[in-house]
């Protein structure tokens, strides 16, 4: 082979991919390992073609594995263009499978079905949690309550003999305290959000600004370390801001699926959040990257 063959091949062959585990190619695929100085164990795999399914295929196993993906390196690791991976990550956060951030991608919140669809699900976690969570309210305290299953199951849990204010915008929260009589309950209306079943809007907002609470149980589709507590709906994601304004203390319930993921709107950065309550066997460095927040980890 001559010198211009070569260079010529060369120019034809994507740049070569790194992975910790040779696993995460598309199944059915040959590529040729060859062991390189990434790092013990890690392999380079040289491939021709890549299909685009296959492509975004893993796109998604290198997310599930890493909780981020980066998409200026990963284009350079498969040898195509950053504006390829930037419409796979287009495609896919259109289809929920991902949610795109700037310079690549998180995992999607697999709290964003709407409310119905949650609620056939009353996982053990979230029962536990809410059980946990009624047991921080004392008696004369004034809290919100958010919309949401979790805080459906923290309702439910709530003791007969409690006295006390609960102030929340969600009428399914409301239903389930109508068999407390001991508790003054405050509905917060406005326009119904009927994705989560929640009051949002200008009167939900001003009647809001007129209460100061204890304690407010905030519910997030998403809790990420570096975006924070997020939510799939902007009018949403402020209704909770002016709450958390106007309590004390702000206590995230989260199972275990909503730590690292994300949703498209902001609530709020991690030092505005008090306490975060989740499920025991998190793995140790999911949780380091919340440590700005008391966390809480309960049995389920």
């Known amino acids: 082979m001559t010198s211009a063959t070569r260079t010529r091949s060369a ?7 790194c992975l910790k585990d040779p696993g995460l190619l598309p199944a059915g695929r040959r590529p040729h390992f060859r062991a390189v100085s990434c790092r ?13 399914t296959e492509r975004k295929a893993l796109i998604q196993r290198m997310l599930q594995r890493d909780g981020r993906f980066i998409g200026k390196a990963f284009s350079k690791e498969i040898g195509v263009s950053e504006d390829t991976i930037r419409r796979d990550l287009r495609e896919l956060a259109g289809e929920g499978l991902l949610q795109r ?9 697999p709290a964003m079905a709407d409310f119905a669809a949650r609620a056939g699900l009353a996982s053990p976690a979230k029962v536990a ?24 199951q923290l309702a439910r849990a709530l003791p007969q003999d409690l006295r006390a204010t609960i102030v929340t915008h969600s ?8 068999r407390h009589p001991l508790l003054d309950v405050q ?15 200008a009167a939900a907002a001003d009647a809001i ?32 801001r002016l709450i958390a304004r106007q309590a004390a203390e702000t206590i995230v319930l989260a199972s275990h699926d909503k730590l690292g993921a994300a949703s498209p709107y902001r609530i709020l950065p991690l030092a505005a959040i008090s306490t975060l309550v989740t499920e025991a066997g998190v793995a ?4 380091h990257g919340f440590h700005p927040l008391a966390v809480e980890t309960i049995a389920v």
């Open 11 to 17: 120019m034809l062959m994507p740049a070569p991919l």
């Open 40 to 52: 013990v164990n890690d392999y380079r795999a040289i491939e021709a073609w890549m299909l685009t």
């Open 101 to 109: 951030v700037h310079g690549g991608a998180l995992p999607a919140s």
């Open 129 to 152: 949690l809410g059980r946990h969570a009624a047991r921080l309210i004392r008696p004369g305290q004034i809290v919100f309550l958010d919309g949401g299953t979790t805080n459906v």
């Open 171 to 178: 009428p399914s929260i409301a239903v389930e305290l109508v």
């Open 187 to 201: 509905i917060i209306g406005g326009r119904l959000f009927k994705h989560s079943i929640v009051a949002t809007g």
């Open 209 to 240: 600004s007129r209460i100061r609470a204890d304690t407010y149980f905030m519910g997030v589709t998403g809790l990420h370390p570096d975006l924070g507590a997020t939510t799939g709906d902007p009018e949403e994601a402020e209704i909770k």
């Open 284 to 287: 140790a460095e999911v949780l």
